[in-house]
């Protein structure tokens, strides 16, 4: 449930092509997967009769979702109510919606407590002047209000847009999340520690497959499946996510990854992390794609590639490669700049306990694997990512 108010708005605001422009918005942005669409000439909600309303139901990856949004025009602003619910969902979402709405006309009188973005910072209201408002409603829906709330997984923590869903897996330096929202799983955020092994080279793939064929060792069929990155390009990374899954379904690893479809990098940018002196290229890349839930996104992206050294075997380097500190932030096209700061201080917010990084040490002595980082090496990498990013993006270079 989302509130926003645009003041001043009301003077150019037309309920009667208002709603159509909305679903005729909707029906573009989800194409095939809209399933029905509803414009109502009234609703009544909470003691109260809306003029006008529009419902959209969609297929999303994790559920059919209903879409409902309500306008009231006041005398010094348009009010728009957002509900978004998953099907079968509709009545206790509803109930949240009254209550929202019963909540807010109780603070009618009063202009809110705004932010420096326009919008308050309490109850998932948002209020600013017009400048351009009732626009930014006719081309697509406000921009989330995204507050962080903890969430403990025991032995990590992280700060979690509210209302998200998490997935964690892996273990230890291979420790990585996804979390995103249910309700649009355009806004998603990723973090894999480690994502090994990598082929440095088509013949190295080639080869670990002839030892399948020849009875290899049992991690021929790993090394076999996985994909090959461009040592010179950290961003290579990002076009292998859909190897990754097939490899880890087919091996049983319950990993998950985006599928980062369309992905097209608009601009790199280079960066140095304590991961440099075994990196053979560390970088930062914000480029569009088409987001979990079929939408136009954006998103920023980081990674290190690092390689122990080259293995040659009948003259091909066999020797694997690793992606480290692989994260990533994406949200709607139109939305993006201003929740990329919320969803960067989501993921840089990964901490350990200090018990599980001291086992994540014994673990590595164990097998032979490198030792995980521990939070302050991690907070010096996200430092770094967010450094480079407000350099290039946020306009500011101190």
């Not at 006041?74 to 709405?101: F, H, N, P, W």
């Not at 209201?125 to 962080?148: A, R």
């Not at 790199?268 to 136009?296: C, H, K």
Request: with cysteine; aromatic share 14%.
């Amino acid at each position: 449930v989302q509130i926003y108010r645009g003041i001043g708005e009301q003077e150019n605001f037309d309920v009667n092509t208002y709603f159509p422009a909305v679903i005729n918005q909707l029906t573009e942005q989800y194409g095939d997967r809209v399933i029905s669409t509803t414009k109502y000439e009234y609703y009544h909600l909470a003691d109260k009769k809306f003029d006008g309303g529009a419902s959209v139901k969609y297929r999303a990856d994790l559920g059919i979702v209903d879409m409902l949004i309500l306008t009231e025009v006041t005398k010094d602003s348009v009010i728009q109510y957002i509900c978004r619910c998953y099907e079968g969902q509709g009545e206790e979402s509803l109930r949240a919606l009254e209550k929202a709405v019963m909540s807010y006309r109780q603070n009618d009188n009063h202009t809110g407590k705004l932010g420096g973005n326009g919008q308050t910072e309490d109850n998932g209201q948002g209020e600013g002047q017009g400048d351009g408002y009732y626009g930014e409603m006719q081309n697509g829906l406000p921009q989330q209000n995204i507050s962080l709330v903890p969430y403990d997984g025991g032995f990590f923590s992280v700060m979690l847009p509210q209302g998200w869903q998490i997935y964690p897996m892996g273990l230890y330096s291979s420790f990585g999340f996804r979390a995103w929202d249910p309700l649009n799983p355009d806004y998603e955020i990723f973090y894999y520690g480690t994502l090994t092994p990598l082929n440095k080279n088509y013949e190295s793939k080639n080869f670990w497959q002839k030892y399948i064929n020849n009875m290899g060792y049992p991690l021929a069929a790993k090394y076999a499946d996985a994909p090959v990155i461009d040592l010179s390009s950290a961003s290579s990374i990002f076009y292998t996510f859909d190897t990754l899954q097939a490899s880890s379904d087919k091996q049983g690893f319950g990993l998950s990854y985006p599928a980062l479809e369309n992905f097209t990098p608009l601009q790199y940018i280079p960066l140095q992390t304590i991961f440099a002196q075994i990196s053979t290229n560390e970088e930062m890349v914000f480029a569009s794609l088409r987001g979990s839930n079929g939408g136009d996104c954006r998103g920023k992206f980081s990674a290190s590639i690092g390689t122990l050294g080259p293995l040659y075997i009948e003259g091909i380097d066999m020797g694997a490669a690793s992606a480290l500190n692989v994260t990533g932030v994406i949200a709607p096209q139109e939305t993006f700049l201003n929740v990329e700061a919320a969803l960067t201080q989501a993921v840089s917010s990964l901490r350990f306990t200090e018990q599980y990084i001291n086992d994540g040490v014994e673990y590595s002595r164990a097998v032979g694997e490198a030792a995980m980082a521990n939070n302050e090496a991690l907070w010096s990498v996200f430092d770094e990512y967010t450094r480079k990013w407000t350099e290039y993006f946020r306009g500011d270079n101190g």
